[in-house]
């Protein structure tokens, strides 16, 4: 049974949490296998200990859609205390904030994917944390796909943003306690840094397998098969390519007016249909992209997750998507997640010689080929760093 770092830090609290104010660090997907919340499991045991709350993007209730919707700071409207917001007015707690607590406790889902800015605001707490005299402890939850593979380019430094502040490849297969301890120590914050790890996971499971309930850490990511399919899927938010936001179904659609799902499925080269199938879908958005106008394009179906390339596998439907848009495909413009200047594809890929490859009519087997010495050189590093076999 895997007991997450939650439930192992309230069955047995570290002595050095004795006579501290704690902050908690969390949103809906901060729960124990029963679905208690990890604010009244915390207020609980330590009780009036527990001083203040954060929330990361999306809200402490995870009702902000999408990029750039900010929330606000607010009271608890159960236990009376402050919530920060960490996605509003500024991403970096101030020293105001760090005033009410002596330690941090994080406790976030995250989804194994870099974009996904939940670990860029435990980095910045983090560094907070460094900068103010304050401890921080990660309550560790499962990466939902899987510890084991790695996939894609690390990100160019010079494309740095708050969907990518470190050179990681696009799919980490790193915990969340696993990336603070390679935050801290390999890429230098330094700041005083526990991890309560799970008891019972394993690198190779993925999250339908642990036994845990899946509570959505964001409004589109519903279920794990939406986190399955995110660290490819995600490439279509700087697109003008439907990422399938405003259906049931995020991130497990893509789709356009102008695409023939047949030819799309076709483009795909047979090295990445394993494991997967390719369904043609017709799908009308309620909200975002191409609202209320269907969309042609692909659902895909994990059938083994071992043998899926997410990555690779969403680049060559992006290049098929390229290939029969023409002049009706495009990149989303600028801004996104605070960055004015650079195209969202370039931030989302992590640098700009993908998108330019691509535009180029490179092969999709090239480009994969471009990123393997990244990952062995990661994978290499990152194995420092695991606290699960």
Request: aromatic share 10%; hydrophobic share 35%; with cysteine.
């Amino acid at each position: 049974m895997v007991k997450t770092g939650l439930e192992n830090l309230v069955d047995s609290p570290p002595e050095f949490l004795s006579g501290k104010r704690l902050g908690l660090l969390a949103n809906p997907a901060s729960v124990r296998r029963d679905f208690t919340h990890a604010r009244d499991l915390v207020h609980h045991r330590f009780g009036d200990r527990l001083t203040c709350l954060f929330s990361p993007q999306h809200g402490f209730f995870a009702d902000k859609q999408d990029n750039m919707i900010e929330s606000d700071h607010m009271k608890d409207p159960k236990l009376g205390i402050p919530v920060f917001s960490l996605y509003g007015e500024t991403r970096r707690p101030t020293e105001a904030m760090f005033e009410h607590l002596d330690v941090l406790v994080a406790d976030l889902q995250d989804v194994g994917t870099r974009v996904y800015t939940f670990m860029y605001t435990l980095s910045y707490c983090m560094e907070a944390a460094k900068a103010f005299g304050k401890t921080v402890v990660v309550l560790d939850r499962p990466n939902p796909v899987g510890g084991a593979a790695v996939e894609g380019h690390l990100l160019n430094e010079a494309y740095r943003s708050f969907v990518g502040r470190y050179p990681l490849p696009m799919r980490h297969g790193l915990t969340m306690g696993e990336l603070a301890l390679l935050f801290n120590d390999h890429f230098g914050i330094g700041c005083d840094l526990h991890v309560i790890p799970m008891t019972g996971w394993t690198r190779n499971l993925y999250y339908h397998q642990t036994g845990l309930p899946w509570v959505a850490p964001s409004p589109n990511l519903p279920t794990p098969a939406s986190a399955l399919v995110y660290p490819g899927q995600v490439i279509f938010e700087g697109t003008n390519v439907s990422e399938g936001r405003g259906t049931t179904q995020p991130f497990e659609l893509s789709g356009a007016p102008y695409a023939d799902p047949a030819a799309l499925i076709a483009g795909v080269p047979p090295e990445l249909q394993g494991g997967i199938h390719l369904r043609p879908v017709c799908f009308e958005p309620t909200s975002n992209k191409w609202q209320g106008q269907t969309c042609r394009g692909v659902q895909i179906h994990v059938l083994d997750p071992e043998r899926y390339q997410p990555y690779a596998l969403s680049l060559s439907l992006l290049k098929g998507f390229m290939d029969q848009g023409g002049d009706r495909f495009a990149w989303k413009e600028p801004p996104y997640e605070y960055e004015y200047e650079k195209l969202p594809m370039d931030l989302i890929l992590g640098d700009s010689k993908t998108r330019k490859r691509l535009e180029d009519g490179e092969s999709i087997q090239s480009i994969r080929a471009s990123w393997q010495e990244d990952c062995a050189a990661f994978n290499r590093l990152k194995q420092r760093f695991h606290l699960y076999d």
